[in-house]
């Protein structure tokens, strides 16, 4: 899963290791000690190979270099007033650990490894100072290590997640595609355990809202992804909303990491996000197959997880006849392959089992009506109507209010269905109006008998009717 640098940041890591520094007269000022200096001219500017065995050979010094010890402060608590020589140390830190895997094993068995670099994320507001994006490299590298060599991640590890996501999330939200690719994949480094998955879901406002919203530009709407479904434009992702590919590619690959926790993040990626109309409208958009791999994977993880929630939206959006025709098409990718194999066969075995009552449950726990067939048909209704409305205690008229209290201004034939439904409702159980009204249905349908489109005033009208029927027979 390791992907390139972003271009961004290799160039000012670059530029920095670049600079030279005075080093003597730092010393001179108190800034780093003797030992500090003849630690880093060691390393600093030689052979991978040296390098390594310099560090091989003194590990509690270097670890101590850059995390402190016994011995004194790190080189970053004594410089910390000279912003060159820590971004310089910043940069100089991620190359070692990199270059010496050992180092990083090192510092990770350190009482405290993070406690000099933490305080940098919060150096500065500003997007142009360096040091927070350094730190957050340096961070995420020797954090997502400390998550893969151990099998529980230690309290330290939760409260450098934690910061280290909300740093990361100020990226995704800046408008420099660079930056939000450097946040985008900081994610995904430390989305390799289920407790870092767990604490990046418990942060979602801060963390994978934005992700969503680059979605959404990708997929050409940045409105309510229930819009996806019903004649939205075709668009390349890529070119839509200025999302470049690659970064793309990379907020998918966070999603899916984030989906192995399907069973935790699933229902509510649904329901707040509309996630399965919105990768179905990516899925006809991908113009690759790299990330068509991505949205069939996440699309899997979620209906495996979720299948009584997820699998009724899935049919509803025509998401099997949709991999239908993937299938057709002449794809190489063998994981891709096995996952679109697998997921057609889960939606073809729910299919065969799914009535009519599963098909107009789908649709109203998808948030978006049309005039499919059960909404005209009275014999579903005189059928249907109890189950309707007793079913997990009640959800589908809760559903039903929370549609009909959004204004649907691009799409007013939801609310002319909405009310239809209500209609027919109050008509098979008139004894049941209350359940209704508790709902502030009865108030939305005649509030709605003034809206400016004809059909829904026609349908709330005739929704209103059905009540006024029953109003003096108790």
Known sequence: ???????????????????????????????????????????????????????????????????????????LDSAARRTDIVQYILVLASDLIQDVPSLADALISHPEPYKPFLPFLQHSTNTEDPIPLLTSTFLTALVSHSLVASSKPAARDEEALSQLYTYLSTLTKNQDSGLQDIGVQGFSELLRKTRSREIFWAQRQQTLAPLIDTLRAAAGSKENSSTLGSGTRSV??????????????????????????????????????????????????????????????????LCSTNRTTILPIAVFVRLPALLSNLSGRHLTDPDLLEDLSALSTMLDEYTKTQTTFDEYAAEVQSGHLRWSPPHKNPTFWKDNARRILDESNGALPKKLAEILGKDWDNDKQVLAIGCNDVGHLVKELPERRMQLERLGLKTRVMELMADKDESVRWESLRAVGEWLRYTFDG
């Open 1 to 75: 899963m390791s992907l390139e640098p972003p271009t961004y940041l290799s160039s000012l890591q670059n530029n920095i290791r670049a600079r030279p520094i005075p080093w003597e007269g730092a010393v001179r000022a108190g800034n780093i000690t003797d030992d500090h200096l003849k630690k880093i001219k060691a390393v600093d500017k030689v052979r991978p190979e040296q390098r390594r065995q310099t560090i091989e050979e003194d590990l509690p010094g270097y670890s101590s270099l850059l995390a402190g010890g016994a011995g004194g402060k790190s080189i």
């Open 236 to 301: 390349e992702p890529g070119l839509s909303g200025g999302v470049g590919l690659q970064l793309l590619y990379r907020v998918l690959l966070v999603i899916w990491q984030l989906t192995f926790e399907g069973a935790l993040v699933g229902d509510e990626l649904q329901e707040n996000y509309e996630i399965v109309q919105l990768y179905t409208h990516l899925l006809r958009l991908s113009p690759k197959e790299k990330t068509t791999r991505l949205l069939i994977a996440t699309l899997y993880n």
